[in-house]
């Protein structure tokens, strides 16, 4: 077994600063005498050597998944080692939780090629032939391929493989009656063809998101597929979207100290309302945008100052709401930025709505039906955008971007657009590009970003600065000399057409 010095000797920026034997405490040591930049390569390079080590590790759970299958009953690999599941002994093993011992197996089995699979089946004499199907046909490559390649390659993690490949899903099945029946050869070729379009869709999907998963957290990479999956496939997007519904519950219940606790389990709608409602009432608690109006600056620190935790402040607003009903008075509890669900929807020349929609806030794809539901009670604003989801509309030349423009950069980015955040929307401040005294900047719209309040005070003081040529990428530079490309979010690319080439995906024959 590998000594602490043997590891720590696969780190080159530590290697030669440890002495035989030394442990984690020398390692710490060592640390605190080096530069800010070579303790960050200490970081980089552990993070490198864990995704080479997680690939082992997820190999062999995936080994272990597969000989641990029901068919196999005790004679399994895990059950024969006194566990239920091959989860169940990872975990007991490494140590980690149930989820993470889930996880691990899924990609695992999804790691492992259909030849190797076939090949252990073969191996136990479950089939005849490895590397091939029941019927003797070679194994198609599946969609997800691209997320093997990334894994292999450590541009993601196993954590931001399965967030992709779960909120993707596998690609709806196509029925025969889905093709023109006209003759049973050219169906079959017809099906097989529609097939293989629907898997290419989920195919490069998972390339795109491949490519945003250095800037994304896993939970933003997961709800990015999901929406991504409900613009490719909308007829399954509304069944799915009323599945959620069907599962929505709360119930109470007493915990061993006897005191009254609450399981609620939200539909899409619910979920985005309360999020939304906490997030009007404990913005400035969770570093939310500045405010110029002085009530509203007054609001806000005196909740910031206020004794109580995020946690118990939630519950209290909660209960208020539920005190008050409809005679609650919003403007006392949310102040000026009152809580609701902004959808963004596609509408095209002729006025008809996309099937699917997306929430301004955190891109939650919703179906087109919930738009018009909530045209019809709230009215809309319009905003013309380009391909690229670039305004093209809106009004210009303003010292402070208009409320409209606002509207409109918060559809156009759907977020803070600094490398890796997640702040949504309703939490950015604009910022312009351009300085209005430096540069004689004006406020376009396609001069202006979204950033969160923390990335726009990083901006102005920490040596930041974003450019950007006519309508493409924003960028950000550093005095360092780096350099970061300010991509639009996947899901956002999907919804304006702007992927190129656009996916495609099989519709029946009218």
Known sequence: MATFTDVAALIPTLCGQLVDGGDADCARASMMRMTDADVVKVLEETAF??????????????????????????????ASRGHRSAASLIQDVTGSTKADANRVVRVGEALLDDALLHDEADAAGDISQGGQSCDGLPVATPWHQPLRDALRDSRVTSAQFDAIKRGLGDPPQIGADAVPASGADMAADALAQAEEVTRAAWSQAAEHLVGEAAQRTVEELWQAARTVRDLLDPEGAEARFLARFENRSFRTFRGPDGQKRASIVLEDEGDLFLETMMAAALRPRRGGPRFVDSDEKEQAASLVDDPRTNDQLAYDLIMDVMRAGALADAESVFGARQPGVRLVQVVDADGRGAPVAHTEDHLVSMPGVVAEQHICDSGFVPVTVDACGNPLDVGREQRLFTPKQRIALAIRDGG?????????????EAHHIDEWDRDQGRTDIDRGILLCRYHH??????????????????VLHHTSGETFAMRPRTALRYAWGGIDPPPKRFRPAA
């Not at 050597?49 to 895990?78: K, N, P």
């Not at 803070?416 to 950015?428: T, V």
């Not at 102005?460 to 924003?474: A, E, L, V």
């Open 457 to 474: 005070m990083t901006l102005h003081h920490g040596g930041w600065r974003i450019t950007r040529q006519g309508q493409s990428d924003f």
């Open 416 to 428: 803070c657009r600094w490398r890796g955040c997640d702040r949504p929307a309703s939490y950015g």
């Open 49 to 78: 050597l864990a995704r080479q080590l997680e690939q082992i590790q997820t190999a062999a759970a995936g080994v272990i998944a597969v000989r641990s299958t029901r068919d196999r009953g005790h004679s399994g690999l895990s």
